[in-house]
Nanobody
Framework: QVQLVESGGSLVQAGGSLRLSCAAS????????MGWFRQAPGKEREFVAA????????TYANSLKGRFTISRDNAKNTVALQMNSLSPEDTAVYYC?????????????????WGQGTQVTVSS
């Protein structure tokens, strides 16, 4: 099992940047594929980014157009999401999640552990 706690969400101006962090408990962090998802009011949960267990492979939602970067530090049991050129469309609750599988996946139902979420609000 693993517990996930997100932090770093805040109010940010359009065009600005923000870095989210997710801290995991336990010493099996490197066994999990990690992902970030977000959910805006009235919308379905949306895949944002995912990273392999080693950190050597990443994938992103096509709509993000390279603005977001996911990374992980297995020695510190953390995964981060760097968000640049933010717009009001990015306003959402952001969640980190862990998958017990080996393959980098983009579907939320394939992730088994979830954080509580952190609010990101982008003002225009």
């Amino acid at each position: 099992q693993v517990q996930l706690v997100e932090s770093g969400g805040s109010l940010v101006q359009a065009g600005g940047s923000l870095r989210l962090s997710c801290a995991a408990s336990g010493r099996t962090f490197s066994n999990y594929v990690m992902g970030w998802f977000r959910q805006a009011p009235g919308k379905e949960r949306e895949f944002v980014a995912a990273i392999s267990r080693t950190g050597g492979s990443t994938t992103y939602a096509n709509s993000l157009k390279g603005r977001f970067t996911i990374s992980r530090d297995n020695a510190k049991n953390t995964v981060a999401l760097q968000m640049n050129s933010l717009s009001p469309e990015d306003t959402a609750v952001y969640y980190c999640a862990a998958s017990v599988g080996i393959v980098v996946v983009t579907t939320g139902r394939l992730y088994h552990y979830w954080g509580q979420g952190t609010q990101v609000t982008v003002s225009s």
